[in-house]
């Protein structure tokens, strides 16, 4: 009785480290790359696993720690670098979590466009229509598409994009 025990506390280790390892080698170590490859990132800390650690077809992209140095600018480029970084794969969905809770979801294919179109697309453009793309987690479009006059647009997608980095983490940062 006792072996069978040893064999299968090794077997569930034996798993748990591949889970792990599997999620390290196929998004965590891609996101690892893209922030070490711009100074900008300093600050930055982020991790990146499967959906449940074994569903392939989601990735969580969970900011952990974002430094008083860093912008919202910042966060947003580490999150497209990552995208680049992963752009070949392809995802159902990918969620955008801060220290482990879920608070938006992208659409896998919208997260690719953004990686093809890094560095190529202006990124004002990316920036400003981003928000639209969001949905909350209960699978509700998190913000409105908006038309009419080009400054009022514009106004407008600003104050989503910002509202999306209050909601998503930066209200999380300020002590209460």
Not at 44 to 62: C, E, K, L, M
Not at 73 to 99: C, E, G, I, P, T
Request: hydrophobic letters at 40%; aromatic letters at 12%; zero cysteines.
């Amino acid at each position: 009785m006792r072996r069978v025990l040893v064999s299968v506390t090794l077997l569930l280790i034996l798993l748990g480290g591949a889970v792990f390892g599997w999620n390290y080698l196929a998004v965590g170590r891609p996101l690892v790359q893209a922030l070490d490859r711009d100074d900008r990132n300093v600050g930055i800390s982020a991790r990146a696993h499967f959906g449940s650690y074994v569903n392939s077809s989601i990735i969580v992209f969970d900011l952990r720690s974002v430094s008083s140095q860093n912008s919202p600018m910042d966060v947003f480029r580490a999150l497209l670098q990552f995208a680049a970084a992963v752009k070949d794969n392809r995802y159902s969905r990918v969620q955008l979590a801060h220290r482990g809770r879920t608070k938006f979801i992208l659409t896998g294919a919208y997260f690719a466009q953004l990686g093809a179109e890094y560095g190529d697309q202006n990124p004002t453009y990316t920036l400003r229509t981003f928000p639209e793309h969001l949905y909350r987690p209960d699978g509700a479009p998190a913000y409105a598409t908006w038309t009419g006059g080009v400054l009022g647009v514009l106004n407008k997608q600003m104050e989503d994009f910002n509202d999306f980095h209050r909601k998503w983490y930066i209200d999380d940062l300020i002590p209460k």
